[in-house]
């Protein structure tokens, strides 16, 4: 009975979560929104599971007699338990003891602010997911508070401790060392804990020196003092859009004055009092980090293209005296791949009392925590991966299982190994010093299919709404492992352009378009585009082993077909308007979901709603009620071989609902979107055949699977299948094995 409670339980927190996620992070462009009055109605619900892990659903492995398989994952050092490295570090303090503590805007499982000691996650600070709240990007602490930046959005529920809706407070808050916030006589919040700093931008910068914390309020362009016990603000003085702070052993504050638009970043001094002291480091272009290192050292990271932490003495004027990490980061050597000195995205840095040096890399547009600590010398002790975030995996056919890749990484797998030590993280394919307008930086991919065509790789990307397919080469002589931007297939739109904002450069200004890359320079050139006013419904997206592209409509005029055109001279995929075929929506189906077709035998796989199994309501992200086979498509067959039913929502409240599906060999894999179980049918007749989940390795746990591709099969040249599925709220990716 307490395990159905808690089940229970987490479903609904679920829910929430989605509605906080969907409506304050846009995944497509970034934007905040207000909170709809859903919300509202669910506030005093919440406060009934405050502490319950959100995003969570847990399945109960299934024995089935003869069958066996192996649970596995990939991206995250922890496999299983509440202590797994959190999403995206953003910000990172590190103690004379060595313990760390991290910020970060969000994390699925609800860990937005860690505690890390030796390679280990020792916990989380509580509180900070859900009900309008998120992390930031700065955190400090002193012998006996930990201040963390967060920001807490409106709610419409005339609750006291709330901003009005549409609103958002930018705060500190305070907590003990155990991750329990400490209100304060005036503090905001429902618990008084929090001490609002700007209602127009994030707070930047965190530090404390004896009875002060110090605060940057990039807004006001000024930093802040505040009595550490008190909360009470004791004085201010004025710096140019202020970030990281360090106090050096003299208690005085060296501040990064952050990289904006055309303005490079500097790091300027000033005394605890606000008086501009004349030391400063101007040789720096985009720092995001900053901490002191013994007694006469400042370490800078330098986010720019030299990807390095450099070291000044600053016992008078500051002179670089060293620098750790190879220059240029994992863009030396060859591009993309992994060493522990090549660093890349940094967002923080600090060391502790005997000299060591911790350093956290974040990516580009949040690719991932990789948090590492080095010895004085240079050499690295441990490394903490939490990689995938509203990901999943697939793997290169010609390395048989081996080379996987996910929207931004590259790993190598060894079977041989014990289940979670499998994996090793060997590239990281983004680059955006090179290709600044790679989409991956402007946009949420995930989900990706690779593809050999004509012997050639490529990494195609969808994203969560169906808005996108990216298309990526490679060409080792040049890039390295660097997945290089080659197309770009968009929503269509009858009203305006498909992309708001400034980018892409030159896209139509309405209809839908093909971007391809023709002069192979990875950028969106006035020339580059084919357009279309064929306004169709977009659902799913395909890729065949051919390097055909599909998409499904969801009405009646339901498939298009871009027959790839050959590759060009830069060895970008070809397809046009004018190549285009259209194909009706077979008549069993009234809304159609998703599509794979195998033009090796001439086999098409549809899933959607019928009439027979209708849609309860408009819910993008599923897969449909049913999936049907049909053999000669090209040959004009459109009855199906066999039609099967899968798990649907038929009540309106969406309790069991299919999430995606994925044909290999003799079968077709599905997964359900809250239990994250896989059904496994045969593909000669469509039955179900067996069903299972999350193994012990796992800790018989997943997060709930709500991608497009969200399940990607392979079958190995010995038989064996691997499926790899979505793992949102662990940020890891689960790998199933077996053999039938």
């Known amino acids: 009975m307490k395990n159905i409670f808690i089940s229970q339980i987490k479903n609904i927190s679920h829910k929430l979560n989605q509605i906080i996620r969907n409506s304050i992070q846009s995944r497509y462009g970034g934007t905040k929104m207000a909170f709809n009055f859903l919300l509202g109605l669910t506030c005093g619900l919440m406060v009934i599971f ?13 024995t089935v007699a003869g069958f066996t398989y192996e649970t596995s994952w990939l991206g995250n050092t922890i496999g299983k338990g509440k202590l797994r490295v959190q999403n995206n570090v953003e910000a990172m303090y590190v103690t004379t003891n060595g313990k760390i503590y991290t910020n970060s805007y969000w994390d699925e499982a609800g860990g937005e602010a860690g505690i890390y000691k030796d390679g280990k996650v020792m916990g989380f600070l509580e509180d900070i997911h859900g009900w309008n709240r998120l992390g930031g990007k700065a955190v400090t602490a002193n012998s006996k508070y930990i201040y963390i930046a967060m920001s807490q959005s409106g709610m419409n529920n005339g609750k006291d401790g709330y901003p009005p809706e549409g609103k958002i ?13 400490v209100p304060f006589p005036g503090g905001n919040g429902w618990d008084k804990s929090m001490l609002i700093i700007s209602d127009k931008h994030e707070v930047t910068g965190l530090a404390t020196v004896g009875d002060k914390l110090f605060i940057s309020n990039a807004a006001g362009n000024i930093v802040q003092i505040y009595n550490t016990e008190t909360m009470q603000e004791i004085g201010k003085f004025a710096v140019t ?35 501009k002291l004349p030391q400063q480091i101007v040789d720096v272009v985009d720092p995001t980090a900053i901490a002191t290192y013994r007694q006469d050292r400042l370490l800078v990271a330098e986010n720019g293209i030299r990807q390095q932490v450099l070291i000044y003495n600053i016992e008078n004027q500051p002179v670089q005296v060293g620098t750790l990490g190879t220059e240029n980061g994992i863009y030396s050597g060859v591009p993309g791949e992994v060493e522990s000195l090549k660093l890349y995205g940094i967002t923080g840095v600090g060391t502790d009392s005997t000299g060591n040096i911790y350093i956290n890399n974040n990516g580009f547009n949040k690719s991932g925590t ?17 990689l995938t975030f509203v990901d999943n995996a697939d793997t290169d ?3 048989d299982g081996v080379d996987v890749f996910t929207k931004h990484e590259k790993y190598l797998i060894d079977y041989s190994k014990p289940s979670g030590k499998q994996w090793t993280y060997k590239v990281y394919t983004l680059n955006p010093f090179k290709y600044p307008q790679d989409p991956r930086l402007h946009t949420s991919p995930d989900g990706p299919i690779f593809r050999r065509i004509q012997g050639r790789p490529f990494l195609f990307l969808t994203d969560m709404f169906g808005s996108l397919l990216q298309i990526y080469r490679f060409q080792p002589t040049t890039d390295g492992n660097i997945a290089i931007p080659a197309g770009l297939f968009v929503v269509t739109n009858d009203k305006g352009k498909s992309i708001q904002g400034n980018w892409p450069p030159y896209q139509p200004a309405k209809g839908e378009w093909i971007w391809r890359d023709k002069n192979g320079n990875g950028a969106f050139d006035q020339n580059e585009y084919d357009s279309s006013e064929d306004y169709p419904y977009i659902g ?3 890729v065949d082993t051919k390097g055909d592209v599909w998409k499904t409509l969801r009405t009646e005029d339901g498939i298009r077909h871009y027959p790839l055109q050959g590759l060009d001279s830069k060895g970008n995929p070809i397809y046009t308007y004018t190549s285009i075929q259209k194909h009706k929506t077979p008549s069993v189906f009234k809304d159609l979901r998703h599509i794979e077709y195998f033009p090796e035998t001439d086999t098409m796989y549809l899933s959607g709603f019928t009439a027979a199994h209708p849609a309860s309501g ?25 039609r099967t039913v899968v798990p649907y929502d038929s009540t309106g409240k969406r309790e069991v609902s299919t999430a995606a599906i994925s044909v290999a060999g003799d079968y077709v894999f599905a997964v359900t979107v809250k239990t994250a179980e896989v059904y496994v049918y045969k593909t000669a007749t469509g039955k179900l055949v067996l069903k299972f989940g999350p193994g012990p390795e796992v800790g018989g746990e997943s997060g709930w699977v ?6 990607r099969a392979f079958r190995r040249a010995n038989g064996e299948y691997l499926v790899f599925a979505e793992e949102n709220m662990n940020g890891k990716v689960i790998i199933y094995r077996f053999s039938m």
């Open 50 to 62: 405050v502490g319950i892990t959100m995003d969570s659903a847990t399945t109960k492995t299934t």
């Open 169 to 181: 407070w930018y705060c500190v808050r305070r907590y003990n060392l155990a991750g329990k916030s």
């Open 241 to 275: 859009n202020p970030g990281g702070i360090a106090i050096d052993p003299q208690g005085d504050l060296w501040i990064i004055q952050t990289k904006k638009g055309t303005m490079v970043g500097q790091i300027v001094h000033y005394s605890q009092t606000g008086k």
């Open 370 to 386: 990789d948090l590492r600590k080095f010895s004085e010398s240079g050499k690295q002790q441990w490394q903490l991966l939490g």
């Open 397 to 399: 056919p010609k390395s």
């Open 540 to 542: 799913g997206w395909w």
């Open 618 to 642: 408009d819910d993008t992200r599923v897969i449909g009620s049913e999936i049907a086979r049909f053999d000669n498509w090209s040959k004009g067959n459109r009855t199906p071989k066999w």
């Open 706 to 711: 709500d991608i497009p591709h969200g399940i």
